[in-house]
């Protein structure tokens, strides 16, 4: 599903915009341009407790990758690990998929296009799924998450799951996986029940 935003919430340095995925957020940080370049603040943490995001972020990540990489679809079992992701340098169709129990969209996807020239910023909540597709010749993702990195917890689904039926924007041919995510299961045959349960304070 390409993305439907609603009205934006403003908020000072960054505009906070909903997506049709309870939870999850898009932020437009204010960009400051001048003949130099420009200023940008990625990161606020008192900005973001004032729209629900208040988990405390322990691990930066930072991954390159060339045209037609996708990587994903990652998530963590148990308690899970909410992601604040933007693209750096390049250009990605960063993906979202719903895992969290009970959620009214269960199963469904949500596409964004995160760039060095958009600026926006995707959070995700513990529970969601995420991977992206690198459209430009290059692309450095960023991104923080909630817990550290622990193999033992993460899991992925398959990147082309007909069930969840993402529409990727290249074709077949030009993608680029990783063989972990081609061993990836399907949604439907995750052998391990998910922990991460959605509330109605998602919303």
């Not at 690990?81 to 990605?92: D, F, M, P, T, Y």
């Not at 817990?147 to 398959?158: F, H, K, L, M």
Request: hydrophobic share 40%.
């Amino acid at each position: 599903m390409v993305a439907r935003l609603l009205p934006p919430l403003l908020s000072g340095s960054v505009e906070i915009k909903p997506t049709s995925l309870p939870g999850v957020l898009l932020l437009h940080p204010r960009v400051f341009p001048d003949d130099r370049g420009f200023f940008c603040e990625t990161f606020r943490a008192e900005v973001l407790s004032e729209h629900g995001i208040s988990e405390q972020f322990v691990q930066d990540n930072h991954s390159r990758s060339t045209r037609g990489v996708v990587r994903g679809l990652h998530f963590a079992i148990g308690a899970g690990s909410s992601k604040l992701v933007r693209c750096g340098r390049g250009e990605i169709w960063d993906v979202a998929v719903d895992l969290r129990l009970g959620s009214p969209t269960y199963g469904r996807w949500e596409g964004f296009e995160l760039s060095d020239e958009n600026m926006q910023i995707l959070y995700l909540p513990a529970g969601i799924a995420h991977g992206f597709c690198v459209i430009s010749d290059v692309a450095d993702v960023i991104y923080k998450q909630s817990a550290y990195y622990d193999p033992a917890v993460e899991r992925g689904i398959a990147w082309n799951d007909p069930e969840v039926g993402i529409e990727w924007p290249l074709s077949v041919d030009e993608i680029s996986v990783s063989e972990r995510d081609l061993e990836a299961p399907l949604l439907s045959e995750l052998s391990e029940p998910l922990q991460v349960k959605f509330a109605d304070d998602d919303a």
